[in-house]
């Protein structure tokens, strides 16, 4: 089993800047990708991030592009989102996940989940 605690989520004002960071404990060997989504109210959570374990590579929700950036820190067991110009439309509970497989930018791919950490962008 594969458990992950998101942290880091808080208010901030438009083009300001968060970092979230998500813990992971378990069998982390299992773990192809880290993923980060979000969902704000009433809409569907969608992908906005991800990192591959092993290799570092990342890709991007296009909106995000830019602004955002994944990375990951395998010894300690850590992945992060560094978000940057942050627009109110950032909004949202914001979810790290992880997969066993790929289709890294497809929700039903993640086999873990964490419980979620708040980010509010005001304007």
């Known amino acids: 089993q594969v458990q992950l605690e998101e942290s880091g989520g808080g208010s901030v004002q438009a083009g300001g800047s968060l970092r979230l960071s998500c813990a992971l404990s378990g069998r982390t060997f299992s773990i192809y990708s880290m993923g980060w989504f979000r969902q704000a109210p009433g809409k569907e959570r969608e992908f906005v991030a991800a990192?591959?374990?092993?290799?570092?590579?990342?890709t991007y929700l296009d909106s995000v592009k830019g602004r955002y950036t994944i990375s990951r820190d395998n010894a300690k067991n850590m992945v992060y989102l560094q978000m940057n110009s942050l627009k109110p439309e950032d909004t949202a509970v914001y979810y790290c996940?992880?997969?066993?497989?790929?289709?890294?930018?497809?929700?039903?791919?993640?086999?873990?989940w964490g419980q979620g950490t708040q980010v509010t962008v005001s304007s």
């Open positions: 990192i591959t374990w092993r290799g570092g590579g990342t």
């Open positions: 996940a992880g997969s066993k497989s790929g289709s890294w930018r497809e929700q039903r791919s993640y086999d873990y």
